[in-house]
């Protein structure tokens, strides 16, 4: 069973740069998989932020990138602000049509 | 604007049966993949199923596999989710959304399924 690891939380002081990672246990994460992003607060839907990799979605702030760091796909947030307090989660693509999400990461900003 | 709107949801009990839709507009339906994810209360978000663009290649999570159904009618840009043999652990909010990971993924605001005795 395929299994993708996030941190659990973070935290970031305002203005402060903050990179979430994902990650797999059998695996290192490659573009193949189409790492995606995605934000949700709290009784809201998840919004789109990054897929294939690095594609911002339309309207996403550019203080947000998606890049592959090592064996991770990894989520950048620069200069971080007071509504980027969301759980952010990523997805990969496995093969054989199954997605896999990771557990979400929870972010603080104080 | 591309909107995704499902319905469907509700109270069932377990072992129970309900079919979920989502109705769409504002892009080509025909042309895109289409998936299901739900979320747990207070917990992440899970896929669960997928259909191509023309419904051909359909592709389920193990813990759905042989219970849930997944179609699409093209004609009524419209995406379904047959769920039968319903258990605790499926409920969930059930979100309906366009692509996943290759290209730009819509939400929409998903649909309370809650399976309880």
């Known amino acids: 069973q395929t299994v993708v690891t996030q941190e659990p939380s973070f935290s970031v002081s305002p203005g402060g740069t903050v990179t979430l990672t994902c990650g797999l246990t059998?695996?290192?994460?490659?573009?193949?998989?189409?790492p995606s992003w995605y934000q949700q607060t709290p009784g809201q839907a998840p919004r789109t932020l990054i897929y294939s990799t690095k594609i911002r979605s339309s309207g996403v702030p550019d203080r947000f990138s998606g890049s592959i760091l090592g064996n991770k796909a990894a989520l950048t947030i620069t200069g971080a602000q007071a509504d980027d307090e969301s759980d952010y989660y990523c997805a990969l693509y496995v093969g054989a049509g199954i997605w896999v999400f990771g557990g979400g990461t929870k972010v603080t900003v104080l | 604007d591309v909107q995704l709107v499902e319905s469907g949801g509700g109270l069932v009990k377990p072992g129970g049966s309900l079919r979920l839709s989502c109705v769409t507009s504002g892009f080509a339906f025909n042309r895109y993949s289409m998936n299901w994810v739900r979320q747990a209360p207070g917990k992440g978000l899970e896929w669960v199923s997928s259909s191509s663009s023309s419904g051909s290649y359909i592709y389920y999570a193990d813990s759905v596999k042989g219970r849930f159904t997944i179609s699409r009618d093209n004609t009524k840009h419209s995406l379904y989710l047959q769920m039968k043999s319903l258990r605790v652990e499926d409920t969930a909010v059930y979100y309906c959304?366009?692509?996943?990971?290759?290209?730009?993924?819509?939400w929409g605001q998903g649909t309370l399924v809650t399976v309880s005795s």
């Open positions: 059998s695996d290192s994460v490659s573009p193949n998989y189409y």
């Open positions: 959304v366009r692509d996943l990971g290759e290209l730009d993924a819509y």
